[in-house]
Structure formats: structure tokens, C-alpha cells
């Protein structure tokens, strides 16, 4: 069975302070692995795909990575602007529909 | 606006009633999605549909839930008896995929419509 484990649950930073957010995923055949991000009472927002180990993707103060077991996003400089949830998601071999993790719930403090 | 569009955005109800929730995706999109999500939870697959064809169906879909999309464009919801545990956003995505392919791609998700079950 597919399973998406994302950590920390909670993440407060000043802004300025880089860190990484994990997402570690079991999964029989992985197609592509999908971040997106989440602000509250609103749909998600995707942000990027990867599809296979060693990929990265950038976007602004975002970068994500893959390797076999896990993905990182990792936020640079973080703004107050970048607060939200952070979703990891898995699209299984054969599967046509995304199977997410819970989030990461990131707080940047001016 | 050419975004994923659903409503309404809000439903509080009364236990036993029926629900029904629309949506409407970007318009050259043939794949249409629900998904549900309670606060905590990552979304959870629902069921997706290929034009007017409903094509998979997740456990999650008890039978007193029903979704539609006729004529391949916009797509209702049904929640018959809402139950508490109803409670949750439910959110509407689409994609455009090519006939008889996977998906490969994103999704793109509308707001959400958040059902309040007393």
C-alpha cells in the first residue's frame, strides 16, 4: 500500500532562515512524485513534478529534489509570504489519480 | 477567471439531508476529479472522471455518494443521509490528459467546498 510520510508536522522560521521540509514515500512504481502548496480555507496549488531520482526542480525560493525513498523542499530565505501547508503526493505506476501526504504547516515570523 | 471554479463554498446542513456540490473545470480539461479533505489530512481520492465517463471509484465512495458529469463539462457531487463524518472540504481538480493515457501531469484544484454536517 502507498504511503507519504511528511515531517516535520509544524515548522515556525524567521524569515531569512533556510530549511528543508521531508517527504518520504513507499510506493510500488513511482511515475512522479508532486509538491504543492496549501493556504488555509483554499485548494491546493501545485508547485512542481519530479519524476525520477536525482531530478530537481527551482521555483523563486524553492527547490525540490528526488532521490528513491524521499523528497525535499527546501525554502531559502523564507518570506512571510511563503507561510502555508506544503503537500507532498505520489502517482503510483499505472494509477491515475494522486495519493497525498498530511503537510508540512510552515510559519515564517517577520 | 479561467480556474477550476466549485460551489457553493460553503454548506452547513442538518443530518439526513442531501447535499449536492458543482463543479466547473477548465474548460479544455477532460479529466475531473474529487477529492476530500478534514483538517489535518492531505487530500484523499474520491473519484475521477474521462470526459462523461466515471472510470474509477475509491472505497471512500459509499453508496450514498454519487457524482456526475454530464456531457463531459461540469460536474455535480451528491451526499444523500449526510452523515457528521461528512464534514470536510471537498475539492474538485482537473487535468487534461490524452485519450487512453495516464496521467502525467498536474492537477489543478478549485477552492474547495466546505460541507458542515449538525
Known amino acids: 500500500e502507498d504511503q507519504v510520510t511528511q515531517s516535520p508536522e509544524a515548522l515556525r522560521l524567521q524569515e531569512g532562515e533556510s530549511s528543508s521540509l521531508n517527504c518520504s514515500y513507499t510506493?510500488?512504481?513511482?511515475?512522479?512524485l508532486f509538491w504543492y502548496r496549501q493556504d488555509p480555507g483554499k485548494g491546493p496549488e501545485f508547485l512542481f513534478t519530479?519524476?525520477?531520482a536525482g531530478e530537481e526542480k527551482e521555483k523563486e525560493r524553492l527547490k525540490a529534489t528526488l532521490t528513491k525513498k524521499e523528497s525535499f523542499l527546501h525554502i531559502t530565505a523564507p518570506k512571510p509570504e511563503d507561510s502555508a501547508t506544503y503537500l507532498c503526493?505520489?502517482?503510483?505506476?499505472?494509477?491515475?489519480?494522486?495519493?497525498f501526504g498530511t503537510g508540512t504547516r510552515l510559519t515564517v515570523i517577520p | 477567471d479561467t480556474g477550476v471554479s466549485q460551489d457553493p463554498r460553503h454548506k452547513i446542513t442538518k443530518r439526513g439531508q442531501n447535499v449536492t456540490f458543482r463543479c466547473d473545470p477548465i474548460?479544455?480539461?477532460?479529466?475531473l476529479y474529487w477529492y476530500r479533505q478534514t483538517l489535518g489530512q492531505g487530500p484523499e481520492f474520491l473519484t475521477y472522471f474521462q470526459n462523461e465517463a466515471q472510470l474509477e471509484k475509491s472505497r471512500l465512495l459509499s453508496d450514498r455518494f454519487s457524482a456526475e458529469r454530464p456531457k463531459g463539462s461540469f460536474s455535480t457531487l451528491e451526499i444523500q443521509r449526510t452523515e457528521q463524518g461528512d464534514s470536510a472540504m471537498y475539492l474538485c481538480?482537473?487535468?487534461?490528459?490524452?485519450?487512453?493515457?495516464?496521467?502525467?501531469?498536474?492537477?489543478?484544484f478549485g477552492e474547495g467546498s466546505r460541507l458542515t454536517v449538525l
Open positions: 519530479l519524476y525520477s
Open positions: 510506493v510500488s512504481g513511482l511515475r512522479g
Open positions: 481538480a482537473s487535468s487534461l490528459v490524452e485519450y487512453g493515457r495516464r496521467l502525467t501531469g498536474e492537477l489543478f
Open positions: 474548460s479544455e480539461h477532460n479529466r
Open positions: 503526493a505520489v502517482q503510483r505506476t499505472g494509477a491515475n489519480n494522486l495519493f
